[in-house]
């Protein structure tokens, strides 16, 4: 996969101007594509619908956002502007199993916008690379988790963050999003118990002589 | 979440007769919607082309399967009838690499019929449910896989099957279908070898009391 910047054609990306006239539209048009992903299906959803529910000129949302796809990256890459960081509970399996109820419950609640976003994203080739960058920056931000229990002597030092991470998240995701189980109130918990374990054991041990990310070329 | 079943309109299901005129139909029908899939978008795809494709006429086509989504869940369905076990390496760890392994491969050739039913999961609640029940079937089968390794001494009796094939399934398709991350070709035998090492350490041993599903409505 090419990065996901070297497609983008930036044109089409609005300017941030905070507080500025640009930044207030831009704010208007989000929260009423967000408004409508949570109101009906994707193939519902038109451009004029949600230039009307934004009070915003139709002509100015076709030319900054050109389709639904569009205003959909723009969606994600939003999400990727707040301030979110994961909570620090004082111990690892406290912050891995917080962090998976905090996904439950976006994926689970009516409506919901997380899942919505997921769906759309298999929908727009734009809005699959704006995900992929949400994902990216999202377990960026994760990392602080395994560096809080290295410093506390929970984990070992050399032990890869992203992997321990994505062991504790992805069953959550898996379950609720491409298994569509019904609701398991103790995944969250467990799943976060599963990785803390498999930690311990050493199993997202960087092996000698490599980087944090350098098992992905070999 | 009710039963897929429960919702299912068993009259646009097609009748098993193997060997029969149906069966063969049927067939043709579903080797030409998978052959559509792997070649274009989800949304260029008609009933009409796909009867051209089958040989079938078009009348059939829409009164037995209605809509695209009709094709998708009868699809899945048809997976969910082959022989498919987990392969016996002789090893947990190595069933579940196999598995993976096999999981990898399959979401990332090219075309891939996996990845595109995944896509199409998300248009049709009909293909969403299908994809539910063929889940459902897959864990099933792989059930067989904990029962060997506890055979053979390498856990516990009382392990939650489903949950380490989970465990160690889930990452694979986290960062291929959802995240979509760059191939990682070390990924399927690290995500086996970490469920194993959780296995090991009690990750997924059903607390006393309880049976193996006992988990889900706590």
Do not use: K
């Not at 409508?36 to 451009?47: G, Q, S, V």
């Not at 727009?124 to 290295?150: F, H, N, P, Q």
Request: hydrophobic letters at 40%.
């Amino acid at each position: 996969m090419t990065s996901p910047a070297d497609q983008e054609d930036s044109s089409t990306r609005p300017r941030r101007r905070p507080g500025g006239r640009t930044s207030r539209t831009r704010t208007q048009v989000l929260d009423a594509i967000r408004a409508e992903l949570a109101e009906r299906e994707y193939d519902e959803i038109t451009l004029d619908a949600v230039a009307a529910r934004a009070g915003v000129h139709r002509a100015t949302v076709y030319r900054r956002w050109r389709d639904v796809g569009g205003l959909l990256a723009d969606v994600f890459e939003a999400a990727g502007d707040d301030d979110w960081q994961p909570r620090d509970t004082g111990s690892l399996l406290g912050d891995l199993a917080a962090l998976n109820h905090e996904s439950q419950t976006a994926l689970t609640e009516r409506p919901s916008l997380v899942a919505a976003l997921f769906a759309a994203s298999f929908r727009s080739a734009e809005a699959a690379r704006a995900v992929r960058r949400l994902w990216e920056d999202r377990y960026t931000r994760c990392e602080v988790i395994v560096e809080r229990a290295v410093r506390r002597g929970e984990l070992a030092p050399g032990t890869d963050a992203r992997q321990l991470v994505v062991a504790a998240a992805a069953p959550v995701y898996h379950q609720l999003v491409l298994v569509r189980a019904p609701v398991d109130p103790g995944l969250p918990d467990r799943a976060a118990r599963t990785a803390v374990l498999a930690a311990s054991a050493g199993a997202f041990a960087v092996p000698p002589g490599e980087g944090a990310e350098g098992t992905v070329d070999d």
